[in-house]
């Protein structure tokens, strides 16, 4: 993300205006397939699968939810011995985004763009998006039931910044000046079946990662300028989320960084664990979530996978044959 970076020229932009529009169009035209029930969608892959083991044995194991989970990851590459065993250990379903993008064209595909293309391509009507590295407090289930997601079809949560005035976002994305936070897309409620128009245009600004991104940070902001864009009311719950912080050893010293963001429901009760500065490792340091039961069952399920990492695999989990190219340049061409 580049905070200076120029808007692109008047023609461009009236460009970038006309394929939204037509995104919007041709998705109120088609409306969504047949969709049912509820579940939890998860990109993960790599690294970030360690934080997925944790997350899920969280959420299986502490919470007791029994919602279908579906961890989506980049292709057959990215999945560790261990991870194979998480379909099987925690009755997760786990999916090749590049497999899926044969059928369902996805013109940039990496992790932040995979968030919105995942819980579109979902066969949940109620989809709750979490970040692999968000350590849930409560079953996530319980939110289907709030009033506020019943009135508006969507929960979003707050993040602890705001655009100016003056920042090229506004122009960029066709949305007058608001006075409100940015959305942080750690944890997403979305009734796709009410909310498929917005949801396939917020697909569509990260399918153009390479003209968005320069603007925003990630996904993040695709999902708060996708529903402004078309006037899709959403539910947030009030305050900014709380930090947590840790001391962190560096070559310059100590220094104080954030370890995660917590965000509460609408009773301000906090429900989510976001750990966005110190992630979940198997053969390093964790920092403490600040509750101590709660420590003690991720650094159970840490010890599990430890014991798992070297494991023979078991076999391809649904995926594709070989490392489809990423798509798309950085230019405005049509792909």
């Known amino acids: ?41 998860m990109v993960a892959g790599g690294p970030a699968l360690t934080a997925a083991w944790v997350a899920i044995a969280i959420l299986r194991e502490v919470q007791r939810c029994d919602l279908p989970i579906q961890v989506w990851h980049l292709g057959p590459d990215e999945l560790t011995p261990a991870m194979r065993r998480l379909p099987e250990r925690f009755e997760v379903e786990m999916v090749d985004a590049f497999a899926e993008r044969r059928e369902h064209p996805m013109r940039r595909l990496g992790p932040w763009e995979c968030k919105a293309y995942a819980a579109l391509r979902s066969p949940f009507r109620h989809v709750i998006l979490l970040d692999a590295d968000n350590v849930p407090l409560i079953d996530p289930a319980t939110l289907l039931a709030a009033p506020e997601y019943a009135e508006t079809g969507t929960i979003f949560w707050p993040d602890n910044h705001m655009h100016l005035p003056d920042s090229p976002v506004w122009d960029l994305f066709g949305v007058p000046y608001r006075e409100e936070l940015e959305v942080e897309s750690g944890q997403v409620v979305i009734d796709t079946a009410r909310c498929w128009t917005p949801l396939s245009l917020a697909v569509h600004y990260n399918a153009w990662s390479d003209v968005y991104y320069r603007y925003i940070y990630g996904d993040k902001e695709t999902f708060h300028f996708a529903w402004r864009r078309l006037d899709q009311p959403w539910a947030m719950p009030e305050g900014r989320p709380h930090s947590v912080y840790f001391d962190k050893v560096t070559p310059h010293g100590r220094k104080r960084m954030t370890a995660a963001l917590e965000q509460r429901d609408f009773q301000g009760n906090i429900i989510f664990h976001h750990r966005t500065g110190a992630k979940w490792t198997i053969d390093g340091e964790n920092v403490s979530t600040g509750r101590p039961d709660l420590d003690d069952a991720c650094l159970d399920a840490l010890a599990e996978l430890r014991t798992l990492q070297d494991a023979p695999p078991i076999g391809k989990v649904n995926a594709c044959v070989g490392r489809p190219p990423r798509l798309g340049s950085s230019t405005l061409e049509p792909s």
Do not use: K
Not at 16 to 28: F, G, K, N, S, T
């Open 1 to 41: 993300m580049d905070h200076q970076a120029p808007l692109p020229s008047a023609a461009t932009l009236a460009e970038l205006h006309a394929r939204q529009e037509q995104v919007a169009l041709d998705a109120m035209t088609t409306g969504p397939p047949p969709l049912q029930g509820a579940g939890i969608v």
